[in-house]
């Protein structure tokens, strides 16, 4: 016969099984079977009992301590082989992992360096802008001037004067409101003949909606030789438009007005959509609007530094958000700069 301590077993089994961690498991172990434990105390009870009760007492504080060890020694078990958990960590080592997210270029970043890449195969080297820029860049020299009513399609941010400014320049400043500018500075550090793109950000004082940002991103591209022709450009931008969005995109070129460029034209492409069958993307006509062109003005390259009866040029100018707006059928060009990832994942 053995004094029953079941009692205490089973209520140790509830707490051993709700330890998480070997921390929490030896608190318990020291409670129950430690020095100054449980069962010590209960077996410290022996020499005080009556003879003849002494062996049932004690093999039943036997058979309790028996039970807790097994009891602690599977639990310990448990955590350890099955490496649910650190230890103290509170980390469950069998949960799933989260998938660690891969960073990616943004959709205006992607567009613009395709079509960097682009002009690159067909020999445009990159050249960049500033884009606080004078006001003769971005007007005069580009045959805009001050009391020309086509200066209004290009307004844009004055800055005042700074004391010391990286142009090292008197003149005005403005934000640039396109990159023509660049076609400027291009060709007055390099000689012709040269083939140059120009992407960079472009600032314009409009009112934010569903398609206008005060700021954007444009690509100009320009070519400067003693040969060029028209035939030339329409060349390099079927090239372009093939590469883009297909080889069986069409492409026309409408008659259109620019200061910097005589002639001038916009060129459309049919509508990859709905294949000009007429959709709401291309508002039923079949074309979308992609760029503006022409020959280089011979007030342009003169302002430049170059004789106009030697050197002619063409050039080019597309704005990228609507490119990828287009590309990508995206319809609000503020998602762009909104940094939100639900949009930005998508790409
Ligand atoms: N600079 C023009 C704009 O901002 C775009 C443009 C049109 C650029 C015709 C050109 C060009 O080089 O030839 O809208």
């Known amino acids: ?9 089973e209520e140790a089994k509830t707490q051993i ?33 009556a003879p003849e009760e002494r062996r049932a007492f004690g093999a039943g504080v036997n058979n309790l301590k028996n039970n807790l060890a097994d009891l602690f020694a599977q639990r310990e078990a448990t955590l350890n082989n099955s490496a649910v958990l650190f230890r103290g960590a509170g980390m469950d080592r ?36 500033p884009e606080l820029e004078t006001e003769f ?32 320049t008197t003149e005005r400043l403005l934000l640039r409101s396109h990159t023509s ?56 931008l079927i090239a372009f438009v093939q590469e883009m969005f297909g080889a069986k995109t069409k492409m026309r070129f409408r008659p259109s007005f620019f200061p910097f460029t005589e002639p001038s034209a916009e060129v459309d492409i049919s509508c990859f959509i709905c294949a000009g069958a007429g959709c709401s993307v291309c508002k039923k006509s079949g074309w979308l609007e992609i760029l503006g062109c022409g020959m280089i003005h011979p007030h342009v390259l ?17 704005g990228v958000e609507r490119i990828a707006m287009l590309k990508f059928g995206i319809n609000d060009i503020r998602l762009f700069f909104e940094n939100d990832l639900r949009f930005l994942e998508q790409f």
């Open 17 to 49: 099984a709700s330890c998480q961690d070997g921390e929490a498991l030896e608190v318990l172990r020291v409670k129950y079977l430690g020095r100054k434990g449980m069962v010590q105390d209960l077996m410290a009870k022996i020499p005080a009992l």
């Open 302 to 318: 003169r302002s430049a530094g170059h004789d106009p009866s030697r050197w002619r040029g063409f050039a080019f100018g597309m």
């Open 137 to 168: 860049n971005n007007f005069e020299a580009l045959n805009i001037p001050l009391d020309h009513p086509s200066r209004d399609a290009f307004d844009t941010f004055y800055v005042s004067q700074p004391h010391s400014n990286s142009l090292k």
């Open 1 to 9: 016969m053995s004094v029953d301590y079941s009692h205490i077993a």
């Open 94 to 129: 069998t949960l799933p992992g989260k998938k660690p997210l891969l960073g990616k270029l943004h959709p205006l970043t992607q567009v613009q360096s395709e079509i960097c890449e682009v002009f690159g195969r067909l020999g445009f080297k990159v050249f960049f802008g």
């Open 181 to 236: 500018p660049a076609q400027i500075r291009a060709m007055k550090i390099c000689k012709p003949p040269l083939a140059m793109i120009v992407p960079g950000r472009v600032y314009r004082p409009d009112a934010v909606d569903a398609s206008h940002s005060f700021m954007f991103h444009q690509v100009e591209g320009f070519a400067v030789g003693e040969d060029i022709r028209f035939s030339d450009l329409k060349g390099v």
